[in-house]
């Protein structure tokens, strides 16, 4: 499945991914047995909460960590086929080093981060596969549902039903809305095609570090290492992608906790558990090198907006953002959703 030019990806990724003991037990095998059925009922209660229509059913698997790393080594290949070509012919012709050797490494470095993304991912709604599969697929990682669910004594069935909500929710959106997934594919091309070193960048880079100094701020904001290298025209890429995935997470997180009140009696305490799990320090580090950081605020800034525009204006004021990219929130009115329902009234 994985592009044949990064045949080290997949066992690097595997490797940090690393196991979990009950991965391989019946625990396992009875989750796969169980959660397809959880999404037939997720997905019709998500149509009856947010309005959004999600024909057909999509393939509910569960996978391992090594799978869901090597699943999405298979999309990051083919994403970053332009970056990786745009970086090799400029070592060269520096004369510093090989395509090969370039392309060695990022497929190294990306085995690397996608295997410490696959100790914590919980489920994906895939909307980007190799081309011999479906484009309508919900991935769940069997091992971390399960060390959560021991970690903390969550009850399988509501934990289960709970996390496959997010994802039907997500599938909602795409499917329910016909131009997003198009408009989401865009802005990644848009990065990859833009990204790479440019001349200059390096020079500059040294007075945002005076500078961020000066000021007592981190020269790596959210976006981190793709934002410190990043032209003007990205950065504004970057956060039209960081928009719309808040307002995505937020309205995802909105529903699942939403329809799991109803449903599932632990519903408080698994929501105020994962979200001081995103809050780890432990990690925090890490997720800011890696721009993971707005990953993990999306959630709550997401999950803010959302509320403050029903409080304001109701849940149908919502579906103005599906009305068309125009109609989308913007990173500052993410931040101050008043602003996004006066432009959108």
Known sequence: ????????????????????????????????AQVPGFFSEAAALV???????????PEVRVVSRGEWAERNLATFARMLAPLEEKIASRLEEAGRSSPAFARRVIAIETGALLGLLAKRVLGQYELVLPEDESGDVVALVGANILALERQHQFRPFEFRMWIVLHEATHRAQFLGVPWLRDYFLSLIDQLVANAGPTPGRLSRLVAEVIEAGRNNRPLIDDSG????FAT???????????????????HGHVVMDRIGARLLPSQDRMSAILKARRRDPRTAALFRLLGMEMKMKQYELGEAFIVEVEKEAGWPALDRAWAGPESLPTLPEIYSPGEWLRRVA
Do not use: C, F, N
């Open 47 to 57: 149509e009856k909460e947010t309005g959004l229509t999600t024909p057909g059913a």
């Open 1 to 32: 499945m994985t592009d044949t030019r990064w045949p080290l990806a997949v066992p690097v990724a595997t490797r940090i991914a690393g196991t979990y003991p009950l991965a391989d037990t019946y625990h396992l095998a009875h989750m796969k």
């Open 225 to 228: 290492l793709l934002g410190l």
């Open 232 to 250: 003007p025209e990205q950065k504004s890429v970057i956060d039209r992608v960081q928009a719309l995935m808040s307002l995505l997470e937020g």
